[in-house]
């Protein structure tokens, strides 16, 4: 069994203004660059069988690339229940579409429907013991914190192995996206 997720990279640029962020909070467990990505699609422990299966079916999706900005930072959880930390995305109807295609291709593959609604996020932070007051100042003091714009042209699958540490990714496949602009489509 593989533990995999799908999930778009985000260039070198923003993860150095993201780690810039990583700072000045205690308690937090902050994610190294190499972790930092916006999921689509958590997908779990699957076989080997049905990563061939799923990688075929992501293989089929049609989605013109797009542009994304990353917009405001907000926590998961309240108080001391305060588990993660997350930089948002700007309202995109593009990445909804990706990801909306992306559900529909996976269950189509035999996984099951994914029940938690879709929030676009970049994790920074994770907490076990959390500082409530200082996790408020730390959102008060990076709440206009803006990124981008960065263009999106591929996503990817990556294996996620759970170790003392945190997790480590590890890139499995990518898959491009049609480098069409929205003044190029048709319609």
Not at 23 to 32: F, M, N, Y
Not at 164 to 187: C, F, M, Q, W
Request: glycine share 8%.
């Amino acid at each position: 069994m593989i533990r995999v997720f799908v999930a778009i990279s985000l260039p070198p640029q923003i993860k150095d203004r993201l780690t810039r962020l990583c700072t000045g909070l205690p308690g937090a467990r902050w994610l190294p660059p190499e972790n930092m990505h916006l999921t689509l699609r958590f997908l779990g422990e699957i076989s080997e069988t049905d990563m061939d299966t799923v990688q075929s079916s992501l293989r089929l999706i049609e989605v013109s690339s797009f542009s994304l900005v990353l917009d405001g930072i907000g926590t998961f959880g309240q108080g001391h229940r305060t588990r993660a930390i997350w930089v948002g995305v700007e309202t995109s109807p593009d990445l909804r579409h990706l990801q909306s295609k992306i559900e529909t291709s996976l269950v189509r593959a035999g996984l099951p429907p994914e029940r938690r609604k879709f929030t676009p996020h970049i994790t920074l932070a994770r907490f076990r013991n959390a500082i409530p007051h200082r996790i408020t100042q730390f959102v008060e003091a990076n709440a206009l914190f803006r990124a981008g714009p960065f263009p999106v042209e591929r996503f990817a699958m990556f294996r996620s192995q759970l170790g003392k540490g945190g997790s480590v990714h590890n890139h499995l496949a990518s898959y491009d996206l049609a480098l069409i602009t929205r003044r190029e489509r048709p319609g």
